[in-house]
């Protein structure tokens, strides 16, 4: 018989606050910092706050997953080490790795268990690294940060022990399936939140810059900034555009093809947004997910238990976007970049009309049927030269806004929304629940003095318990409207438990108040508080026997920063390691590499124009900010864009 699969919607915290909310939402799973070592450098959290959330998501069988996942240097290996122990004892189901150091460490620990410990640890010792763990073997998942698109290179990682790997967001659905055929670990992917324009892990410009690496959780977002573009003979193609910032991805509705393809987990990005973007983005897609294992109840279910109820009706479009993109999910090219705007301009409403003459009042004409402003609703526009420019909508009475004087508002303009205060006060006051189905079933027997009902509940992630409960007094004079009360009584919530009654076995039953009735729901809830949540178990990879073969050099996009990773590699034949950064720093180096292409989004692309006959330029294109040059390259053959230094 085959077995569903499950689904697991993944979110992300930046704090244990987001994190609850998260889960309360219908995340499956929600992936956060610890205190040190995550790619966004200001979403740490305390060990103790990781333990919090994942007794939380426990209760629902939800999975909570610390981010280990900036490249390391020798003298932070002992300190990531203790944290992945420290993580694991918290409750954390998985770590989320890029620096394969870790892999290395987790190989060797786990050989110890198998020979005694004695010996390792004294190696560790030697090392100056901690003693090997007793504790459970964790699951390691490689980040997005190991740069995963090709079958070979999934291959290697999970020869490496890797139990998932999170695949880089610009692969085309044939992609992901020609890595689903070749690997039997779990794949996770992106479907929601900003784009890199690099491909992930292999962004050097932030370092160059100035010197904050984008791999150890510093990133300058060069990509956000704004750009001339220069031919070769200094002709300005485009004039200070951010046409290297994308818009962001949504693949809502392609969720199903990519279930179909092999992913098994659907990542929401954000481990900087607010707790309004995470609540909205994770009820928006936990209710597509819904829709799938309804439809397809026998391929598919969730990866964890519990239904939501109550709260808001989500809408995507609604909270900070730059507008959204599918990027190359159907192996197609489109205009991926929004170059006015590099921050969320929120939804289109309407066009300015009736600018008052001090620039501090005007009318909307409605895009689209049914607009309602709010005071407080944040607008924005962009004017002639480019410049964004937002304000607060003070007084609002109709399609009349009253505002702070902007000298640059003109009659005409695109007026967008960025905030809308009644959606954010919808998200905010939600009453929102999730529940645990169970199921109870009572039978009634009468005893010498009164009444025994022996009570099982059974709940949905396959807990049981039993419970006996004598009454002493009178028979229940109407024993089908007894039964009704007691159904009724019965089938409501109690705790994280939604109960449902299946039925009610007895010729007789007692005469019972309401209050006992509520007791008897109430202790079976305790009772099925005491056992775990059965959560269904992560893949767990076998501990490789043997090393991956490495066939030539390793460059520096390999981002080998330790000795022990350089000593990783040595092991598995590499006969040339380049130094993290170190080539990186030279004039001419590749900075980035990307699937996006400039001349595409500009119509110069020579191959598949997007706008027509390709325009004219002379020799090579450069990016020019702030006096700094970056020449471009096309690399045609795999249809790549390459930002130099």
């Not at 990531?80 to 409750?91: H, L, R």
């Not at 992930?200 to 750009?227: F, K, L, P, T």
């Not at 989500?314 to 999910?329: A, L, M, P």
């Not at 990016?623 to 390259?633: A, D, H, I």
Request: net charge positive.
């Amino acid at each position: 018989m085959q077995l569903t699969r499950p689904l697991e919607l993944l979110a992300p915290a930046r704090n244990i606050d987001i994190g609850i909310a998260a889960i309360d939402c219908g995340a499956d799973a929600v992936y956060i910092a610890g205190p040190a070592f995550g790619a966004r450098k200001d979403a740490g959290n305390e060990i103790q706050d990781i333990a919090s959330l994942c007794s939380y998501a426990h209760r629902f069988g939800a999975r909570i997953f610390v981010t280990i996942n900036t490249i390391l240097y020798n003298d932070e290996l002992s300190a990531a080490y203790g944290m992945i122990d420290a993580v694991t004892e918290a409750g954390a189901d998985a770590v989320i790795i890029q620096d394969l150091a870790l892999t290395d460490v987790a190989r060797r620990m786990h050989a110890g268990r198998a020979q005694g410990l004695s010996a390792l640890a004294g190696d560790c010792r030697a090392a100056a690294l901690p003693a090997p763990s007793r504790r459970r073997r964790i699951p390691l998942h490689a980040s997005t940060q190991c740069a995963i698109r090709t079958p070979q290179k999934a291959v290697f990682l999970e020869k490496l022990g890797f139990s998932r790997l999170v695949l880089e967001r610009e692969l085309s659905m044939e992609q992901i399936r020609a890595i689903r055929e070749a690997v039997d670990c779990e794949l996770e992917f992106f479907v929601h939140g900003a784009l890199c324009v690099c491909y992930s892990g292999q962004c050097y410009m932030s370092e160059m810059i100035s010197g904050r690496s984008a791999n150890r959780g510093a990133c300058i977002q060069a990509c956000r900034s704004r750009y001339d573009v220069l031919d070769d003979s200094g002709r300005k193609i485009l004039s200070d555009k951010s046409i290297l910032s994308l818009k962001d991805l949504n693949l809502k509705h392609r969720l199903e093809a990519l279930a179909d393809s092999g992913i098994t987990s659907f990542k929401i990005e954000g481990r900087l947004k607010n707790i309004s973007y995470v609540k909205n983005i994770v009820r928006d897609y936990s209710l597509a997910l819904d829709e799938i294992v309804a439809r397809r109840p026998d391929e598919f279910r969730r990866a964890s238990f519990g239904k939501v109820s109550g709260g808001f009706a989500s809408r995507s479009d609604k909270t900070f976007n730059r507008g959204y993109t599918s990027v190359f999910i159907d192996g197609k090219r489109g205009l991926w970049a929004c170059p006015d705007a590099a921050k969320s301009m929120g939804e289109e409403i309407g066009t300015v009309e009736n600018v008052s003459p001090k620039k501090d009042s005007f009318n909307i004409r409605p895009a689209f049927k049914g607009l309602v402003l709010n005071n407080g609703d944040g607008l924005c526009f962009i004017d002639g030269s480019g410049a964004i420019w937002g304000f607060r909508a003070d007084v609002c009475n109709g399609m009349s806004v009253k505002c702070k004087r902007i000298d640059e508002l003109r009659n005409g303009v695109r007026i967008f929304r960025n905030i809308d205060v009644a959606f954010e006060k919808s998200v905010a006051n939600a009453r929102i629940s999730r529940l645990l189905r169970a199921d109870i079933g009572i039978v009634s027997e009468k005893t010498g003095d009164g009444f025994r009902l022996s009570v099982t509940a059974v709940s949905e992630d396959g807990r049981k318990v039993s419970r006996t409960f004598d009454f002493s007094g009178d028979e229940a004079a109407n024993a089908a409207r007894m039964k009704e009360m007691m159904t009724a009584q019965l089938s409501k919530s109690s705790g994280i438990f939604q109960f449902s009654v299946t039925g009610i076995v007895g010729d007789s039953l007692p005469f019972l108040p309401a209050s006992s009735i509520n007791a008897i729901r109430r202790t079976v809830a305790e009772a099925l508080s005491e056992t775990d949540c059965r959560s269904i178990p992560l893949y767990l990879a076998p501990v490789p026997e043997s090393l991956p073969e490495v066939d030539g050099n390793v460059s520096y996009k390999d981002n080998v920063s330790n000795s022990v990773a350089r000593a990783l590699y040595e092991r598995m034949g590499a006969s040339e390691i380049e130094p993290a950064y170190e080539l990186s720093h030279r004039p001419g180096a590749e900075l980035m590499r990307t699937k996006y292409c400039i001349k595409y989004q500009l119509g110069l692309c020579p191959v598949q124009s997007s706008s027509g006959p390709a325009g004219s330029y002379r020799g090579g294109l450069r990016l020019v900010n702030n006096g700094r040059t970056f020449p471009l390259e096309f690399d045609c053959a795999a249809c790549e864009m390459i930002v130099k230094g």
